[in-house]
DNA sequence: GAGCCTTAATGAGCGTAACTCATCAACGAA
DNA sequence: TTCGTTGATGAGTTACGCTCATTAAGGCTC
């Protein structure tokens, strides 16, 4: 066993502090000094280890974004789709809020990197619904970033803690409901319709791509570049 | 200077792990063996520092709440004290989120019980506002109060690693507009225009989650099939 | 095959810091 | 003066991250 495997192992059983660097060292194989060939500290072990598990996680999300339409649907995929990373890993959830997102060199991670990433979907999200008319202009995106986000971490706190679990699929709904309501548009008749067309649309899309998975052949039929 | 005191001055000078606790006895001007007859253990004199900060910073602002009135008012009020709280205290929040809400024995901590109270105010504040039919009578309050809590958390962050600041009156200001369009009734209930958008939104919802049990992973690509 | 050199693994050991415990000083009572 | 009790003391103990001189291994030249 590698040491990357071992100390995976190990961090995600015991915990940061718990897990030492001798028992790393001997489920890999080797004698603890030899750690620090490959690694220049314990706590550089860890964040390779987290990078690798994160980048497992969350690998595809961003391709399964692509085949959701609409903002609110996308919206909602989104934060489902980090609500479904922590409900499952709530060992590697504890490593990152503990001992990565709160050590000084956090910016200079792959975590850091990936966050952005996330971070910019759904910056991309709320931009697509402001040209098209759906979302309000005046939306200070940072804001929405941040308090999904928060949000999230708040959220899922009481699972990675190991008291009690939560419903991912019906909080990713509530949540969205709440953040779409402050995100859309007045009131205003037209704003009304002009979000009752684009949910149509996105209901429109979707049944399609339904269809043609559930179609006699299961071929898939084209459906976007109309215009 | 008593032990308290000095623990305080070094914990918030230094963090919790670059503190030891041989230079908190000296600076109480007492041996680092007499330190374990009033605290059983480092984190349990770290715990005792930041109630005691906790509560001398939050101290009296429910007595300010009481003198404020409006639910948005209200509301901006709670969410500008606490941002201003961490503005003043970063050393201070450092050990919270570092070293005092991740911990197991948390939940038996007085700062829990002060936290629960913040959080109580919240939920009371919206529960007026629904009572007087100025909020949405669905509102999960549950959701409102984590979204807040965790936006603060993520709004302060940088300013907390020592990076950059942040206006706490204009975010305040900016949290509460979105919090509050979110909480906000909006058309009457019986307005069929918005009774079919939450029924379109739904469905749409619905047939998108549909789509991704059919094809697990796959709504995008069902182009090539494997015989 | 013999000598040599570079590279990788070893494990004994160091430094530090939380925590403990036998000892001892201070002080009041006999 | 002597004894008993209380509570501070500081010299350990333990644990763990990390280091370094030494040794083994594997290829390259003659």
Redesign the pocket.
């Known amino acids: 066993m590698d040491i990357m495997a071992a100390a995976r192992a190990i961090f995600l059983e015991k915990g940061y502090e718990e ?4 028992e790393i060292a001997a489920r890999a194989d ?5 750690l ?2 490959f690694f ?4 550089g072990l860890l964040i390779a280890v987290v990078e690798a598990c994160y980048e497992e996680i969350l690998a595809d999300y961003d391709q399964q974004l692509a085949g959701i339409s609409g903002v609110r649907n996308r919206l909602r995929f989104m934060i489902w789709r980090m609500l479904v990373a922590m409900q499952d890993n709530p060992d590697l959830g504890r490593l990152v809020y503990r001992h990565i997102l709160p050590e000084a060199n956090y910016l200079s991670t792959r975590i850091y990197e990936l966050n952005r990433e996330y971070a910019a979907h759904i910056d991309n999200i709320v931009t697509e619904g402001i040209t098209a008319g759906e979302l309000r202009a005046e939306t200070p995106m940072w804001l929405v970033r941040q308090l999904i986000m928060g949000g999230i971490d708040q959220l899922t706190w009481r699972h990675r803690m190991g008291l009690g679990d939560f419903d991912a699929a019906q909080t990713a709904d509530e949540m969205t409901d709440f953040i779409y309501r402050g995100l859309a548009a007045g009131g205003h008749p037209d704003d009304v319709a002009a979000r009752l067309e684009a949910t149509s649309r996105d209901l429109s899309t979707t049944a399609t791509q339904l269809a043609s998975m559930l179609g006699p052949q299961n071929v898939y039929t084209e459906t976007k570049k109309s215009d």
Chains 1, 2 share one sequence.
């Open positions: 897990a030492v660097m001798s080797l004698v603890e000094g030899s620090y060939r220049d500290t314990k706590h």
